[in-house]
């Protein structure tokens, strides 16, 4: 009987840092399968105000545990970013849905291809139609599409918990989001900066019996969507309000439309209220359109700052 090749070392330090609420049941077998594949990685687990055991069990079995009082997972990523040093970083959700078997794999590719963040884009294993429901599935197409239409790039499971980061993309990442929107913030931003991204299929299971979703579909569904439209008004104003500007416009000639057609053929006003409403509602199609082009600066302002502090980040850790 021959034994397995020993694998070779990362010539790198990584990191591998998991959000955790109340996952008792499951961060044993995470932490155990991140040995198994991973030994040589320092795994931080970030636990979010749990009320079970979830940080005793993760100390116990050797990793380093770091409390975050303020509920939601954008507060844990902030908090995992800003406190961890590495030269990669893994972020997975600790309820053991995710197969880690080929991180070694993905964090090579993310190296060879000088990367700065790769997704695991999640392919059910058919084990369990509850594992990726339906509606999560749908939703994630609809959102994911959302952002790829106004953002552009071709991501396709924006909203996976599987990443690979590089120093760089953690250490200029703006975490602003509190919650599970926090996946998308972290896709626009890659976009946003041009930075080289990739996707790979992992195999996405289901959770240990007994263990439970936090992840509300319509609550955290209508979150994600609110900061898709926040980061479109931040992010791309001059559509935003050009957008705005152009429907306003139409609404205006359509009520203008009839007054004048009136006013050629007798040269009357007889509904002034009305003409005064389409001259309004001109106006504020004129004023959007500026102010569009006043944040449009600000925003190219803004994405320099991103951009210079980005490459004066070193790619691995002093």
């Not at 932490?31 to 116990?60: H, M």
């Not at 703006?174 to 972290?186: D, H, K, N, V």
């Not at 209508?222 to 900061?227: N, S």
């Amino acid at each position: 009987m021959t034994s397995s090749p020993t694998p070779t070392p990362l010539n790198c330090r990584v990191a591998v840092v998991l959000p955790c609420y109340n996952e008792a049941l499951a961060i044993g077998q995470v932490l155990d399968e991140f040995k198994a594949c991973l030994p040589e990685a320092e795994v931080y687990v970030f636990d979010n105000n749990s009320s079970d055991d979830t940080g005793a069990i993760a100390r116990r079995l050797g990793a380093t545990v770091i409390p975050v009082a303020l509920r939601g997972k954008g507060n844990v990523v902030r908090r995992m970013f800003a406190d961890v040093e590495a030269d990669v970083y893994v972020m997975v959700d600790g309820d053991a849905t995710y197969d880690v078997t080929h991180l070694r794999e993905h964090i090579r590719l993310l190296q060879e291809r000088r990367l700065d963040m790769l997704v695991g884009c999640r392919k059910d294993d058919g084990k369990d139609p509850q594992t990726y429901r339906p509606g999560h599935r749908l939703g994630n197409l609809m959102l994911t599409g959302s952002v790829s239409w106004i953002f552009g790039g071709g991501f396709t499971d924006m909203l996976s918990g599987y990443r690979v980061f590089s120093r760089r993309y953690a250490k200029s990442f703006p975490a602003m989001s509190q919650g599970f929107e926090t996946e998308t913030e972290l896709t626009v931003h890659a976009l946003e900066l041009r930075m080289p991204y990739a996707e790979v299929d992992i195999v996405y299971r289901a959770r240990p019996e007994g263990s439970t979703s936090k992840l509300s579909t319509l609550r955290d569904g209508w979150r994600i969507l609110k900061t898709i439209l926040k980061l479109f008004i931040s992010e791309r104003p001059l559509a935003f309000f050009g957008l705005l500007a152009a429907f306003l416009a139409l609404l205006s000639v359509g009520i203008a439309a009839p007054l004048a057609w009136t006013y050629f053929q007798t040269g009357l006003v007889p509904r002034l209220p009305t003409a005064v409403m389409a001259t309004g509602i001109m106006m504020c199609s004129a004023l959007s359109l500026v102010c569009g082009a006043i944040l449009h600066t600000v925003t190219i302002g803004r994405r320099e700052v991103k951009q210079l502090t980005y490459l004066g980040i070193p790619l691995h850790q002093p």
